[in-house]
């Protein structure tokens, strides 16, 4: 760990570490640097990855599946399908990226010598079955994958080619649900196997074994869950899908998904299942999960802040920021900062948002309240911003032929809410979050959402303000989380800038 010459102020951490989307973390060490990576489904580029110095500051360096030889995403692919579940190790001098593809091609193997990239393409893995795979190297260099269920299969990682069929290893906890997220770690003496179960709602939780060889048998931990939130009214909820980690310190971690629920009863999620971090102490050779909270003691180390990614983008680079992502197709493909220098143009290849083709560019909310700007303009088409869940859940605002208009799509039932004319040129869109406070009613959703136009002189003129419910994962189902930024429903739509401004940082 580097020491940093500064004194520090603030001895607690904020969970989540990772806010927004970013579920299914998978965490490595090499040295002084962590890397992380996490599940992407119908988003392009696929598997976002960090990096870190403390465990708590992170910033995106990458997508580790950033062309289509490594990530094909269907027009049929579903929102929620995609790429699920990464597992990230550094092993023999290079990162090894496992995941699966549901929509198209199973799991696919990937390695890189710079965890940034570029990583290869990537070695298919026909013969291993199952979801969430992880991959473990025992002591004599073999290789094993394990998969939710969970099974197991011993493979040649650089060819894709399994040995024998695939074993069962444990079931997880009796009458536990879906036991998935397999991590299997030689520490000390013994081999453990870490799983989630329960499901990924508000049940799930994390549970470990552990026995004298990789391929077991092995013992469940007395004390199962080793963690869950399930039934309290703790402020992170559905916390599982965990990876370890440990520091140079000899000190142990996990990071690991929850989600923030708000609003009344049942109470509404909105941004996705996020990364958090919680410590780890060992117990009688088990692990024991210490304080996982909003606010928590730091590690002992001294942190070392990021630069978080930028609150503004100008579109003055070819290259656009990893953080942005498209639907099912390469940003490159709907999106370019060739046509109009230090704008950038979206095409229309679909028509709206509601369509599998959509053109969209978004950046995933990471703020439970936040505000959303771009000057726009659509002289050669129709677009705007949206808030997005996925195709049958989203808000947008957007303008054309001197009008712009507010529409809502929530489940079957699609509406334009309001409009009002526009004066010829560009107009800044504006989408605002705001988190509800304590709810008087049990019925309050988690956050309104209000949209609008910016006249000149900065004055915000709101066209409509919506309960944030109908875009939870709570409402839409599935596994993601919301995504805010642009589109082009038909033509060509030219965007100067875009700010996202976190109200709750
Ligand atoms: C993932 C599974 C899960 O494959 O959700 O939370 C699935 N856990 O392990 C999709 O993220």
Redesign the pocket.
């Given at each position: 760990m580097r020491v940093s010459s500064k004194p520090e102020k603030a001895r607690t951490i904020a969970n989540p570490v990772i806010p927004g989307f970013h579920?299914?973390p998978s965490v490595c060490r090499v040295g002084d640097d962590y890397y992380l990576a996490c599940?992407s489904?119908e988003y392009f580029p696929g598997v976002p990855v960090f990096h870190s110095r403390d465990l708590v500051h992170w910033t995106q360096i990458g997508n580790a599946l950033d062309r289509p030889s490594q990530l094909r995403l269907p027009l049929g692919t579903p929102s929620?399908g995609g790429v699920?579940?990464p597992t990230l190790r550094h092993h023999d001098g290079l990162f090894w990226l496992i995941v699966?593809n549901v929509s198209a091609d199973g799991n696919l193997l990937f390695t890189a010598t710079d965890p940034a990239g570029p990583w290869s393409d990537p070695v298919r893995l026909p013969g291993v079955h199952g979801?969430?795979p992880d991959l473990a190297w025992d002591e004599d260099g073999a290789c094993w994958c394990t998969t939710?269920g969970v099974g197991q299969v011993r493979i040649d990682p650089r060819t894709g080619e399994t040995f024998g069929p695939r074993r069962r290893l444990w079931s997880g906890s009796p009458g536990a649900k879906?036991p998935?997220?397999p991590h299997l770690y030689r520490i000390g003496d013994h081999w453990y196997l870490l799983i989630?179960e329960g499901?990924?709602e508000r049940c799930?939780s994390v549970s470990i074994a552990r026995g004298r060889t990789p391929t077991g048998p092995f013992e469940p931990c007395p004390a199962n869950p080793i963690l869950t939130h399930r039934g309290t009214d703790h402020p992170l909820q559905?916390t599982?899908?965990a990876d370890l980690v440990q520091a140079p310190d000899g000190s142990w971690w996990m990071v690991l998904?929850a989600v923030r629920p708000g609003g009344g009863s049942p109470g509404w999620h909105v941004l996705g299942?996020e990364t958090c971090l919680a410590p780890v102490a060992w117990v009688d050779g088990w692990p024991v999960v210490g304080e996982l909270s909003a606010s928590m003691p730091a590690p002992a180390w001294p942190l070392v802040p990021r630069a978080a990614a930028p609150d503004r983008d100008d579109f003055g680079s070819s290259e656009l920021a990893p953080f942005w992502v498209s639907l099912r197709h390469r940003p490159a493909e709907v999106c370019t900062t060739g046509e109009r220098p230090g704008w950038l143009t979206l095409r229309a290849r679909g028509g709206s948002l509601d369509e599998s083709d959509a053109t969209f560019v978004g950046r995933r909310q990471q703020h439970l309240s936040c505000r959303v700007r771009a000057l726009v303009d659509a002289a050669d088409g129709r677009g705007g911003l949206a808030v997005r869940l996925d195709e049958r859940h989203h808000y947008d605002i957007e303008t054309s032929a001197g009008e712009v208009r507010v529409m809502a799509r929530i489940g079957p039932a699609k509406t334009v809410l309001a409009s009002r004319p526009a004066s010829p040129g560009p107009v800044v869109l504006r989408i605002e979050t705001a988190a509800a406070h304590t709810p008087d009613d049990a019925r309050t959703g988690p956050d309104t959402v209000t949209l609008g136009v910016e006249e000149p002189d900065g004055a915000f003129v709101e066209l409509a303000a919506l309960d944030g419910r109908y875009l939870s994962t709570e409402v839409a189902g599935g596994?993601t989380g919301r995504v805010i930024g642009m589109f082009a429903g038909g033509g060509s739509v030219h965007f100067d800038w875009f700010a996202y401004e976190p109200a709750d940082r």
């Open positions: 579920p299914d599940s489904f929620s699920y579940a699966t979801i969430d939710a879906a998935e997220a989630a499901g990924t799930h559905n599982g899908h998904l299942r596994f």
